[in-house]
């Protein structure tokens, strides 16, 4: 079993920036799938973006080139930088590990999640 501990949510007006971290309590998973998913309210949990085991990213087309995902080994960690934000992007952000399918198109499959964190983008 992890533990996924979640930090850096909160408001900030359009096309601000935040800070998303995320660290496992064991590096047990350090060589799986580990990435950042979303729900806003009445909407399904989409992918936003995940790294391999190796440090491949791979990005939700609606965040591509404004999201960048980093990942710390030493940390058995995960961060999630969001820039030029916007109002659609308000959700609570949850850390997973993936352990069956490492895409941001699923989340189908044996995986961990953290508590969730909520960014709010609003003027």
């Known amino acids: 079993q992890v533990h996924l501990a979640e930090s850096g949510g909160g408001s900030v007006q359009p096309g601000g920036s935040l800070r998303l971290s995320c660290a496992a309590s064991t590096n047990a998973y350090n060589a799986y799938c580990m990435g950042w998913f979303r729900q806003a309210p009445g909407k399904n949990r989409e992918g936003v973006a995940i790294t391999d085991g190796n440090g491949r990213p791979m990005y939700a087309d609606s965040v591509k080139g404004r999201f960048t995902i980093s990942r710390d080994k030493s940390k058995n960690s995960v961060s999630l930088q969001m820039d030029s934000l916007k109002p659609e992007d308000t959700a609570m952000y949850y850390c997973?590990?993936?352990?069956?399918?490492?895409?941001?198109?699923?989340?189908?499959?044996?995986?961990?999640w953290g508590q969730g964190t909520q960014v709010s983008v609003s003027a």
């Open positions: 997973a590990i993936l352990t069956t399918v490492c895409t941001v198109y699923s989340d189908a499959g044996r995986n961990y």
